[in-house]
């Protein structure tokens, strides 16, 4: 299906081309001032100055060659040479049925899709993720089904950091404490246990124990990093106990992931990037890009148009080891062997910058990536307490991210808690905590820092994740409601909802007889009539903008879009509901257009919360 915004810019561009204006300026954008207009053109006050004439004209000249069609309600201009726009009831009903048969609720994939690698989660092997990696997972899930919705092919790589100082402070440390273990002994050729001779909890102490003495003790420090360097060219022992510490680490990692329903492909790692690394350096080096500085390998990346210096791009250490660059390198190497990507995104804290821009423009410079692959630094904000200083706990330390998730979970009350069983209770309060987090997140933009305030988070109303779901659950539960009424209602096609291949988009609208479930197609006319209130018009205008509104979002790696998209249609719907007693509606006609009015609601509002990263319950 065309977007809304498509099938209107076809009249309106070949308005201004008829008036013998760029038909380019017709271009149509939803209103600004929905009191006045639904949509709006503002090309004619760019024209005035390319056509040297008073806008208020040339919007004039286009009003007086519209060419025919049954869409237009009224067209008017407003002074400076606004055109504004009004379609037809009829259209918009017309719109909807569409919709409301067509797969994805009429959304047309990409006709050139991209393979987009995405580089997200990134979190550090051996230490306990914590807050600060809530954001890379949370966007970097959104982005991802975002993409692969519009149809895309997309890898996602969690990127694991797994091969720098943090692996030699821990193996160092075990040294330490338990010097006599096999691992250390050089002369050790036979196997290594296969039991980790440490468990989880005694990684989330080693590791900070050993950072804090590493930063005080200059000598542990050294041996820190000579672990680090023997560890990355294959001393036996150390690559043993690295993987134990991967082992470990990893099913940690993914259990909390899972938690937050993030998702890899991948999980590769620096360390995965690492025999690429030796042809890469060479290649370089022949090809005259890397030379020597102070004792290190590095690429010069300074530009004629710099504002302020940017240092060379290390490649190789003095001592020869590789660093953060030299593996973001390397995997770039691979991800073009492997994938041929048209784009790598990379979501990571903005204060991470000035390293991507360094990798980026060496590996352009030195053809690692291709001209014409694009590499995107996606960097975001901190989470900041309401202090407006970085989130901690309240012992002043970081915060876990699994105590981040028991907290909220804790936070969300449910009218009736009382009498709902026990584990059902627990679900219901992961699958809203969950929704309060992410969409507390996702609604900022990405760039923004924000104040990660769980009481407002976890509130049913305002702009929140938990009243995004509660309407979801009024909407199911008037469908329901409506279904037990009329146990017949099996036949009537427009209470059945799971148009979508993704199972997560059936909605079980019927206790009655849940045997209705399914596809059952549409039959005969659209059921949409005339809108019986102004609430309901609103609420249909919000709906056709479904795929307009995702496109933007997708072009521009926004799920904020969405998240103020779904904000609209809840407000709409609510106020609708307000007005009109659903439920109550005596006409079978009427009845019939306003279920299928709202099951489409229902229906976007899903697939949005799914690209989003979260799902509604069936009852709250
Ligand atoms: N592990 C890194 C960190 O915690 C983030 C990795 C981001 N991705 C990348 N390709 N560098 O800062």
Excluded at 257 to 281: H, K, N, T
Excluded at 382 to 387: F, L
Excluded at 542 to 565: G, M, N, Q, W
């Amino acid at each position: 299906m065309q977007t809304i915004i498509e099938t209107l810019n076809k009249i309106f561009t070949e308005s201004f081309k008829n008036a013998g204006y760029d038909a380019d300026l017709g271009r149509v954008v939803v209103s600004a001032r929905p009191d006045l207009c639904q949509f709006q053109v503002n090309g004619a006050m760019s024209a005035a100055k390319q056509y040297r004439k008073a806008p208020l004209m040339i919007a004039n000249d286009v009003l007086g060659n519209i060419p025919e069609n049954d869409i237009l309600d009224e067209v008017n201009v407003v002074a400076p040479g606004f055109i504004n726009i009004k379609v037809k009831d009829a259209f918009i009903s017309q719109y909807l049925s569409e919709m409301a048969t067509a797969e994805n609720c009429g959304f047309a994939k990409l006709e050139n899709p991209d393979t987009v690698v995405i580089d997200y989660g990134g979190p550090n092997v051996a230490k306990p993720l914590h807050v600060g990696h809530l954001r890379s997972a949370v966007i970097g899930e959104a982005l991802k089904r975002m993409n692969r919705f519009a149809g895309n092919k997309v890898i996602a790589d969690a990127h694991l950091g797994d091969f720098g100082l943090q692996m030699g402070l821990i193996i160092h440390e075990l040294s330490c404490r338990q010097p006599n273990l096999p691992y250390f002994d050089e002369s050790h050729t036979g196997e290594y246990p296969q039991n980790a001779p440490f468990s989880l909890k005694d990684l989330e102490e080693i590791y900070p124990y050993a950072s804090a003495k590493s930063k005080e003790d200059e000598d542990y420090l050294t041996a820190a990093r000579n672990a680090t360097k023997d560890l990355q060219s294959g001393r036996r022992g150390y690559r043993a106990l690295w993987q134990h510490i991967m082992n470990v680490s990893l099913q940690d990692l993914k259990r909390n992931y899972s938690r937050l329903d993030v998702d890899f492909d991948l999980w590769q790692g620096e360390s995965d990037a690492e025999p690429y690394i030796p042809a890469m350096v060479q290649m370089m080096k022949d090809k005259g890009y890397a030379c020597e500085s102070e004792g290190a390998l590095v690429v010069d990346v300074k530009e004629e148009t710099d504002n302020a210096p940017i240092p060379p791009c290390i490649i190789l250490k003095s001592d020869g080891s590789a660093i953060y660059e030299t593996t973001d390198l390397a995997t770039l190497v691979e991800r073009e062997e492997k994938f041929h990507p048209d784009r790598v995104m990379y979501v990571v804290d903005k204060r991470q910058v000035l390293h991507f821009e360094r990798v980026f423009r060496c590996a352009k410079k030195t053809g690692v990536t291709r001209p014409e692959t694009t590499l995107s630094f996606i960097g975001f904000g901190t989470v900041n307490g309401k202090d407006g200083k970085p989130f901690k706990t309240r012992a002043g330390g970081t915060m876990k991210l699994s105590e981040l998730l028991d907290t909220v979970e804790e936070k969300v009350t449910i009218k009736g808690e009382e009498n709902i069983p026990a584990d059902e209770l627990l679900k219901l309060k992961q699958t809203i905590g969950l929704a309060a987090i992410k969409y507390g997140d996702l609604m900022n933009p990405i760039e923004s820092n924000y104040i990660f305030d769980i009481d407002k988070f976890a509130s049913f109303e305002g702009n929140t994740g938990p009243y995004i779901l509660y309407t979801m659950v009024r909407i199911k539960s008037i469908l329901a409601k409506l279904a037990a009424k009329n146990a017949s209602h099996c036949e009537a096609p427009f209470f059945s909802v799971s148009h979508c291949e993704a199972p997560s988009f059936s909605v079980s609208h019927c206790e009655a007889c849940n045997a209705s479930r399914g596809n059952l197609p549409l039959q005969g006319q659209s059921p949409f009539t005339t809108f019986t209130t102004d609430s309901e018009r609103e609420l249909a205008l919000t709906l056709i903008r479904f795929s307009h509104t995702l496109h933007e979002a997708v072009k521009k790696d926004a799920p904020s879009i969405l998240c103020s998209y779904i904000y609209e249609i809840a407000n709409k719907f609510n106020v609708f509901y307000h007005d009109k007693k659903i439920l109550a509606e005596e006409n079978e006609t009427i009845l019939h257009s306003l279920v299928a009015l709202i099951t489409l609601a229902l229906r976007v509002l899903e697939i949005n919360i799914t690209l989003l990263g979260f799902k509604a319950p069936e009852k709250m």
